[in-house]
């Protein structure tokens, strides 16, 4: 199997900061993408950001130039960094990771448990 085990959400006034860490462990060959999704009350769960085996990035536009997504592939951790947060970015916090188990063919999809991640004055 493959764990995510994530961290770091709490509540911060808009305008602060979050760092969240997701650090993925089992009898993990390889990860493909990872990245991070949030999903807020009432509405479908949307891809934040995600950073390939490569290391190219990608970003909701909600969030580009305030969220930076970064990787270390020798730990398979994964961290967003968050700034000048606002209210609508109220939500639990998804890690997630594609990835192919030992002895496997093909990857498939993992998720973390989620964190939440509140902002509010």
């Known amino acids: 199997q493959v764990q995510l085990v994530e961290s770091g959400g709490g509540l911060v006034q808009p305008g602060g900061s979050l760092r969240l860490s997701c650090a993925a462990s089992g009898s993990i060959a390889s990860i493909n993408a990872m990245g991070w999704y949030r999903q807020a009350p009432g509405k479908q769960r949307e891809l934040v950001a995600v950073?390939?085996?490569?290391?190219?990035?990608n970003y909701a536009d909600s969030v580009k130039g305030r969220f930076t997504i970064s990787r270390d592939y020798a730990k398979n951790t994964v961290a967003l960094e968050m700034r000048s947060l606002k209210p609508e970015d109220t939500a639990v916090y998804y890690c997630?990771?594609?990835?192919?188990?030992?002895?496997?063919?093909?990857?498939?999809?993992?998720w973390g448990q989620g964190t939440q991640v509140t902002v509010s004055s």
């Open positions: 997630n990771a594609n990835a192919r188990r030992a002895l496997r063919p093909s990857s498939a999809d993992y």
């Open positions: 950073v390939t085996a490569g290391g190219s990035t």
